[in-house]
């Protein structure tokens, strides 16, 4: 196979993936004040060979209890008044997006550096 194609389709693989990681961490940002959310978590399983070594991922649930706010008119209180709030920290979340968006950014780099030293061997050879 040839190694920059090979590098280009990891490349995309981990933009893929990095997407990916970007909308459950939006999703978990704008539920973060949603009564009995649960924040969702990405699993990777990796996968031997192959371009798409990162494409079995699925979405799980954390069980992580949410904070328990005593709220007696709350709709979503227990019989003892509490609400369970969610379960995710925006602080966290906020670092997650951050870091797979410099990941993404990361991988575009790498897919931009092997296609232009795929177009510089094209033109090497057209000579």
């Not at 990777?44 to 709220?71: H, V």
């Not at 969610?86 to 897919?111: I, P």
Request: net charge negative.
């Amino acid at each position: 196979m040839n190694p920059l194609k090979a590098v280009m389709q990891q490349a995309v693989a981990g933009m893929g993936l990095e997407s990916r990681r970007i909308t459950v961490a939006a999703e978990n940002i704008s539920n973060v004040d949603t009564p009995g959310y649960q924040k969702k978590l990405l699993a990777m399983q990796p996968q031997i060979g192959g371009a798409d070594s990162f494409a079995a991922m699925k979405e799980i649930l954390d069980e992580t209890p949410g904070e328990r706010d005593y709220q007696p008119s709350h709709p979503m209180a227990d019989q003892d008044g509490y609400v369970t709030m969610s379960n995710v920290s925006l602080v966290m979340e906020m670092a997650d997006m951050r870091e797979a968006n410099r990941t993404y950014e990361a991988n575009l780099n790498a897919f931009q550096q092997a296609r232009s030293m795929y177009s510089s061997l094209l033109d090497i050879l057209r000579r």
